[in-house]
């Protein structure tokens, strides 16, 4: 995850990574490794070097990277949910009676909601 903001965050600036080797003083082969995330944990001092050269904080560089495990997580969440559903039996064929289910609850919901309210 790490590897993947380092890479956004250079093109950005529009750094290549042969500018990026030479003006953090990292090996490009190095930071190649930290981009495909071969390196997944690249020590403080080099995190550093690279948020002064992209002129981002660390907590910024590294909150980016909470940001998308985060996501990455709620994506897990959702497949552990799809399979739950293959389990139960339910198939994509009949998703679709499900579907107009949920666009009813959502009414009723919002239906209710604006009569509490408006009382």
Known sequence: MI???ISNLRKQRGFTL???SERTGISKSYLSNIERNLKQNPSIHV??????VL???LKTLLKIA??????QQLDQEW???IADIMKS??????????RILIEFMK????????????S
């Open 107 to 118: 009414w009723h919901h919002e239906k209710v909601k604006t009569l509490s309210s408006s």
């Open 3 to 5: 590897g993947h903001n």
């Open 18 to 20: 042969s500018e990026l």
């Open 66 to 71: 909470v940001e998308a495990e985060t996501n």
């Open 79 to 81: 497949l552990e949910f």
């Open 55 to 57: 002129k981002v904080d």
């Open 89 to 98: 039996g339910i198939d994509k064929a009949s998703i679709q009676e499900y």
């Open 47 to 52: 995190m550093e070097k690279i948020a002064l």
